[in-house]
T-cell receptor, first 107, second 114 residues
Framework: KNEVEQSPQNLTAQEGEFITINCSYS?????LHWLQQHPGGGIVSLFM???GKKKHGRLIATINIQEKHSSLHITASHPRDSAVYIC?????????FGTGTSLTVIP | EPEVTQTPSHQVTQMGQEVILRCVPI?????FYWYRQILGQKVEFLVS????????KSEIFDDQFSVERPDGSNFTLKIRSTKLEDSAMYFC????????????FGPGTRLTVL
């Protein structure tokens, strides 16, 4: 079983701030996902990473396989970024999820 | 843009009743998944399905649960005799063959067991 830990659990930021959310896992994986869950409950897949770094708009995700750690960065944060961000890892054919980081961006 | 759809959006049932949650995956996708999220808790993997059979299931997915692809478009999750603790949001997801790690999630079905 893979333990997935996220930090922080809750994060409040002012609009425009640079945000970092961290994820660590306990066992080697084949892939790591960052997901966004909106207040209404819907889940959107943001990134899938197996190595290195990916960028999409203001979002950047990195992964360090040796350290079993990934980060999600949001540059120039905006109130519409307010959501829960979830890290999930694929281990074998199963997926394990973190508890999520609740982000609130204040105008 | 193609999307995964789920029906109903909210299902209320009495304890002990059977429920069927329905999902329509993206049409060319061949991998299908069910997840659940109990209110205030993290998302949990239930089952993955490929080539008309279960490829992986978690310890949560016991004999009370079953999945089926009854036709070319629907993917269903059946809970035979619901318990109070089955109350949760259930998400369906699908992915393409060769891109199994990129999953597309449906909007979820909120199941309330009374």
């Amino acid at each position: 079983k893979n333990e997935v830990e996220q930090s922080p659990q809750n994060l409040t930021a002012q609009e425009g701030e640079f945000i970092t959310i961290n994820c660590s896992y306990s066992v080697g994986i084949s892939a790591l996902h960052w997901l966004q869950q909106h207040p209404g409950g819907g889940i959107v897949s943001l990134f899938m990473l197996s190595s290195g770094k990916k960028k999409h708009g203001r979002l950047i995700a990195t992964i360090n396989i040796q350290e079993k750690h990934s980060s999600l960065h949001i540059t120039a944060s905006h109130p519409r970024d307010s959501a829960v961000y979830i890290c999930a890892v694929r281990f074998g054919n199963q997926f394990y999820f973190g508890t999520g980081t609740s982000l609130t961006v204040i105008p | 843009e193609p999307e995964v759809t789920q029906t109903p959006s909210h299902q209320v049932t009495q304890m002990g009743q059977e429920v069927i949650l329905r999902c329509v995956p993206i049409s060319n996708h061949l991998y299908f998944y069910w997840y659940r999220q109990i209110l205030g808790q993290k998302v949990e993997f239930l089952v993955s399905f490929y080539n008309n059979e279960i490829s992986e299931k978690s310890e949560i997915f016991d004999d009370q649960f079953s999945v089926e692809r009854p036709d070319g478009s629907n993917f269903t999750l059946k809970i035979r005799s619901t318990k109070l603790e089955d109350s949760a949001m259930y998400f369906c997801a699908s992915s393409e063959e060769g891109r199994e790690d990129t999953q597309y999630f449906g909007p979820g079905t909120r199941l309330t067991v009374l």
